[in-house]
T-cell receptor, first 114, second 115 residues
Framework: NAGVTQTPKFQVLKTGQSMTLQCAQD?????MSWYRQDPGMGLRLIHY???????DQGEVPNGYNVSRSTTEDFPLRLLSAAPSQTSVYFC?????????????FGDGTRLSIL | QQQVKQSPQSLIVQKGGISIINCAYE??????FPWYQQFPGKGPALLIA?????SEKKEGRFTISFNKSAKQFSLHIMDSQPGDSATYFC??????????????FGTGTRLTIIP
């Protein structure tokens, strides 16, 4: 049972480059989300999706795009990387739309923007 | 604006001792308070959670104490073990209201248990 799988685990980019962080879950969860984790700031919600074809912005969406073409996959795209986007990114999923249900997190992607 | 304030930032406890991590919140509409545990190189994992109509919840060595009037809740780890060394995050949920339902996380506490 893989749970939530994120790739890559590490990535270094130059300012202005674009890339896609991949996230896949095999639990048939309806809800998926992306967080960034920065020192002293906790976890902040970037974008989320309540089902295939439906996405919405979280707390810090600027500079990121998402899409949800299937239940399993929820990629996060950095359009033009900036040093401020250096962070650890976590994808999460849960069965239902409400956050009073357990969220399952991936192991993260550590991203450095030079 | 930090809606959930967590303290301390780091904590060192001797093996067998009690670890206590505190969180305070502003929004009285919060209706669900989970704690997440994160080991290095891994994502957070749900540890224990409480609702505001309960003052205490215990699961094994882990207990949440909840004080609604003070708008505070805390995680107690009894008989702390080296394997408990991790970062702990508290969180609070805003209930569904015009689509703003979400979890707000605290800033985390790095716990180290020394032998």
């Amino acid at each position: 049972n893989a749970g939530v799988t994120q790739t890559p685990k590490f990535q270094v980019l130059k300012t202005g480059q674009s890339m896609t962080l991949q996230c896949a879950q095999d639990m048939n969860h309806e809800y998926m989300s992306w967080y960034r984790q920065d020192p002293g700031m906790g976890l902040r919600l970037i974008h989320y999706s309540v089902g295939a074809g439906i996405t919405d912005q979280g707390e810090v969406p600027n500079g990121y795009n998402v899409s949800r073409s299937t239940t399993e996959d929820f990629p996060l795209r950095l359009l033009s990387a900036a040093p401020s986007q250096t962070s650890v990114y976590f994808c999460a999923s849960r069965q239902g739309r409400l956050s009073n249900q357990p969220q399952h997190f991936g192991d993260g992607t550590r991203l450095s923007i030079l | 604006q930090q809606q959930v304030k967590q303290s301390p930032q780091s904590l060192i406890v001797q093996k067998g001792g009690i670890s206590i991590i505190n969180c305070a919140y502003e929004n009285t509409a919060f209706d669900y308070f989970p704690w997440y545990q994160q080991f290095p190189g891994k994502g957070p994992a749900l540890l224990i959670a409480i609702r505001p109509d309960v003052s205490e919840k215990k699961e094994g060595r882990f207990t949440i104490s909840f004080n609604k009037s003070a708008k505070q809740f805390s995680l107690h780890i009894m008989d702390s073990q080296p394997g408990d060394s991790a970062t702990y995050f508290c969180a609070a949920r805003s209930p569904p209201n015009f689509g703003n339902e979400k979890l707000t996380f605290g800033t985390g506490t790095r716990l180290t248990i020394i032998p």
